[in-house]
């Protein structure tokens, strides 16, 4: 048979007990967990239409109609993909604002690119500078909205300038 531990009193100068022992002051008390950078499924903002998936259904809308002008005429290929790209763009950008603004995501980039391209592209279709104004002026749009964008996710969701 083989040892059983058991456990065995500490006793102190005459038979008694020995006090408990103090936390040493050198140990550092537990601190309390960082915020975490990876955003839960349950946090997530709702839309106002909250049970139905609206911006989900517009963007498998946004793809069915996009295969759909894969296997168009040439005719109809054009107006088929514009819709189906603009209706895959406004759902995400509905889902992409949300979630920014609520400081759920960020989502600074995307963001940024959304603004420099509403700048750069009718600038280039109207006014047509040459290619490098065009390019330097969206990067400078870029660049600024960018950082607003990121420090309007720092304020919302309490210090941090990312999450995924």
């Given at each position: 048979?083989g040892?059983r531990s058991?456990?065995?009193s500490?006793t102190?100068?005459?038979?008694?007990?020995?006090?408990?022992r103090?936390p040493a002051?050198?140990v550092?008390?537990p601190?309390a967990?960082?915020?975490?950078?990876?955003?839960r499924?349950?946090?997530?903002?709702?839309?106002?239409?909250?049970?139905?998936p609206?911006?989900?259904?517009?963007i498998?809308?946004g793809?069915?109609?996009?295969?759909?002008?894969?296997?168009?005429?040439s005719?109809?290929?054009?107006?088929?993909?514009?819709?189906?790209?603009?209706v895959?763009?406004?759902?995400?950008?509905?889902?992409?604002i949300?979630e920014?603004?609520?400081?759920y995501?960020s989502?600074?980039?995307?963001?940024?690119a959304i603004?420099?391209m509403?700048?750069?592209?009718?600038?280039?279709a109207?006014?047509?500078?040459?290619?490098?104004v065009v390019?330097?002026?969206?990067?400078v749009?870029?660049?600024?909205?960018?950082?607003?964008?990121?420090?309007?996710?720092?304020?919302?969701?309490?210090?941090?300038?990312?999450?995924?």
């Amino acid at each position: 048979m083989g040892r059983r531990s058991r456990k065995r009193s500490v006793t102190g100068a005459g038979g008694a007990a020995a006090p408990p022992r103090e936390p040493a002051a050198d140990v550092a008390p537990p601190r309390a967990a960082p915020a975490s950078r990876r955003a839960r499924l349950g946090e997530a903002p709702q839309p106002p239409w909250a049970p139905f998936p609206l911006t989900e259904i517009c963007i498998l809308i946004g793809l069915v109609v996009l295969g759909f002008a894969f296997f168009a005429g040439s005719s109809a290929r054009v107006p088929l993909i514009v819709f189906g790209l603009g209706v895959v763009t406004l759902a995400t950008l509905e889902l992409s604002i949300r979630e920014h603004l609520a400081g759920y995501r960020s989502h600074s980039a995307l963001l940024a690119a959304i603004g420099a391209m509403l700048v750069a592209v009718p600038l280039a279709a109207f006014v047509r500078p040459d290619k490098g104004v065009v390019l330097i002026i969206a990067a400078v749009v870029f660049l600024l909205v960018f950082q607003l964008m990121r420090e309007l996710f720092r304020r919302r969701s309490g210090g941090m300038s990312w999450r995924a």
